[in-house]
């Protein structure tokens, strides 16, 4: 299994962003994924998911401003980031769970700074 994320950078607050994570390795069509992000002395949390039927969640903090969604050709999830925050830089990183075992990308990181 990877996680391949990329897409990540530095941005003025109010600017926008899209990760991108490329999958290989299961069956990318079958599974729920998923970004997280941890920040600087901060617990890693959910930004958002999306499952196999295009259902989506978000955390409260970035909900009306980031958008998740997913290529089932490309193997591939999104996470379209606008009206970027300072409170938003992180790494963030991309997640699948496969039966009872935890897949990580290696994360991208995401400054959002004037």
């Known amino acids: 299994v990877q996680l391949v994320e990329s897409g990540g950078g530095l941005v003025q607050p109010g600017g926008s962003l899209r990760l991108s994570c490329a999958a290989s390795?299961?069956?990318?069509?079958?599974?729920?994924m998923s970004w997280y992000r941890e920040a600087p002395a901060k617990e890693r949390e959910l930004v958002a998911a999306?499952?196999?039927?295009?259902?989506?969640n978000y955390a409260d903090s970035v909900k009306g401003r980031f958008t998740i969604s997913r290529d089932n050709v490309k193997n591939t999830v999104y996470l379209q980031m606008n009206n970027l925050k300072p409170a938003d830089t992180a790494v963030y990183y991309c997640?699948?769970?496969?039966?009872?075992?935890?897949?990580w990308g290696q994360g991208t990181q995401v400054t959002v700074s004037s």
């Open positions: 997640y699948v769970r496969l039966g009872s075992v935890d897949y």
């Open positions: 390795g299961f069956t990318f069509t079958t599974y729920r």
């Open positions: 999306i499952t196999t039927g295009g259902n989506k």
